[in-house]
């Protein structure tokens, strides 16, 4: 028997990650909330870091920025008069229903400190707090997770496609970078960093893959990251060679997180680490060759789009505890595998698979883009704060890139 949906609520709230790619794959599960609720008030409540990808998303009315105490190790020290201070800001908008995206005990009893009657999450940290827990199938995509979450509740859902809204400002400043590149050569984008250092791929083997893209395929390559990616493209660009440096572009002082999806929808093809620049490329129908090593593909892999997934083997005996545990057939190993273990052979062909022809191969035009104009309508950016934390600003588009993760 299907599960039934609760009463219509008139106030949703909806809890996501502070990561790049977790927020990038929560928009298929916003779209389908809103097209089941069309006239509900949904706040989305945003640990600080990539909220402002949201910003001109039309399926939410208000971004709430969760100032969260600094980290130590995995501790929170201070966390719970964080989470209590923030549900009694919560418990005053009155929600009636929260979705919880990020599985943690904080989250859980956040919902629960707030008063909120119906609280849907995973069964994970904190689910005897739920009113809904919902298991997580294991190595599904994270956007299908998501979406399990309103088909617990009853709620039909499309196809899960993923969008991204790039503003006319964003698509201009990257035009004007662009200005000076021949259109007769094909632009590929490069993620070289993630928060994970296990993620990382020896840049000694990217400089091969740069030189090989700039001096055999005629390739423009591109980089843009945060503050603390500056230094790995320039050790980068020094392992590269002469000729090919005026072929490299990073651009990561220019462009902030909100700006750089205009870049990326104006490539022909992203490749890099498992990283939330890459889920942002595919949201815009850009191919996207992924290197894969402690992450499982067949949950982060790249959604929607002309994908290539090059994972490390894994150990002869991670294979073997799978068998063990009938992990069943999966498109990709799910099991953790040294990076060391991805061959630049290996890169090249993925890439030869989704960037056909050289640089005399026309290019095709850029996929198409939702464009918003912030002139109309209303969209609300709040920044609440914990009692310990100084105040602060929300953060300026002009800001460099948060975490790629």
Not at 108 to 122: D, E, K, N, T
Not at 309 to 333: H, M, Q
Not at 376 to 399: C, D, F, I, L, Q
Request: proline share 8%; hydrophobic share 45%; charged share 25%.
């Amino acid at each position: 028997m299907p599960p039934s949906s609760p009463p219509s609520p008139c106030r949703i709230l909806v809890v996501r990650n502070r990561y790049i790619g977790d927020t990038m794959l929560a928009v298929p599960f916003l779209r389908n909330l809103r097209r089941r609720f069309p006239r509900a008030t949904i706040d989305v409540l945003c640990e600080s870091g990539a909220a402002v990808l949201l910003a001109d998303c039309p399926y939410a009315d208000e971004l709430l920025d969760w100032k969260r105490p600094a980290r130590v190790g995995r501790v929170v020290w201070g966390s719970f008069a964080n989470v209590r201070a923030t549900a009694r800001r919560l418990r005053l908008r009155g929600y009636d229903r929260v979705y919880l995206l990020k599985r943690s005990l904080s989250t859980a009893l956040l919902a629960w400190l707030a008063g909120i009657p119906s609280r849907v999450g995973f069964r994970s940290f904190g689910a005897c707090l739920l009113s809904r827990a919902v298991d997580v199938t294991p190595h599904r995509h994270q956007v299908e997770l998501f979406l399990d979450l309103l088909r617990a509740d009853g709620i039909e859902v499309d196809d899960g496609r993923n969008e991204c809204w790039t503003t006319p400002d964003s698509l201009a400043r990257a035009d004007a970078l662009l200005g000076g590149i021949a259109p007769d050569r094909p632009r590929v984008f490069l993620t070289l960093q993630s928060t994970d250092v296990d993620r990382l791929w020896p840049l000694e083997r990217f400089a091969r893959i740069v030189d090989w893209l700039v001096g055999e395929r005629g390739c423009e390559v591109f980089l843009c990251g945060g503050p603390k990616d500056v230094a790995a493209h320039a050790e980068l660009l020094g392992l590269v060679a002469a000729s090919v440096r005026r072929h490299v572009h990073d651009h990561s002082a220019v462009l902030s997180l909100r700006d750089v999806g205009g870049l990326l929808a104006r490539m022909q093809l992203c490749l890099g680490v498992d990283s939330g620049l890459n889920h942002i490329a595919a949201a815009n129908g850009v191919p996207v060759v992924v290197l894969a090593g402690p992450t499982d593909p067949n949950r982060w892999h790249p959604w929607k789009t002309a994908g290539e997934v090059v994972k490390g083997e894994p150990t002869w005996a991670a294979r073997l505890s799978r068998l063990w545990r009938g992990g069943g057939d999966l498109p990709w190993a799910p099991e953790p595998a040294s990076m060391d273990r991805i061959s630049v052979e290996a890169v090249m062909r993925a890439v030869e698979r989704l960037l056909p022809g050289g640089s005399s191969a026309p290019r095709s035009a850029p996929p198409p883009l939702r464009v918003v104009d912030l002139r109309a309508g209303g969209h609300r950016y709040e920044v609440w704060e914990s009692p310990r934390t100084t105040a602060a600003a929300a953060e300026p588009a002009t800001n460099p890139l948060a975490h790629a993760h």
